[in-house]
Nanobody
């Protein structure tokens, strides 16, 4: 099994930045694809960013492209999400996800492991 723990969420003003971290433990040798999703109240969970095991393939959701950056440090079993130029509409619970699938994964139903989430609130 894989356990994922997110951190770095909080309250920030519009235009500010936050950096989320997700540390994996357990069967980390089984992890390849990783991603960040978010869910605001009353909305469906949406993809924010995803990265393949090698880090060579990266995907961003349309609403965050150009503002957010995903990266990973496989030696530390950690994936990061640098969020810049934050907007009130970025307010949501952010979840880290992982799967053994080689290559990049965009769909939430394909990820087998999930963190508990970290709240990000952007004030106007």
């Amino acid at each position: 099994q894989v356990q994922l723990v997110e951190s770095g969420g909080g309250l920030v003003r519009a235009g500010g930045s936050l950096r989320l971290s997700c540390v994996a433990s357990g069967r980390t040798d089984s992890i390849s694809a990783m991603g960040w999703f978010r869910q605001a109240p009353g909305t469906e969970r949406e993809i924010v960013a995803a990265v393949a095991g090698s880090g060579g393939s990266i995907y961003y959701g349309a609403s965050v492209k150009g503002r957010f950056t995903i990266s990973r440090d496989n030696a530390k079993n950690t994936v990061y999400l640098q969020m810049d130029s934050l907007k009130p509409e970025d307010t949501a619970v952010y979840y880290c996800a992982a799967d053994r699938t080689l290559g990049i994964v965009y769909s939430d139903y394909r990820f087998s492991s999930w963190g508990q989430g970290t709240q990000v609130t952007v004030s106007s």
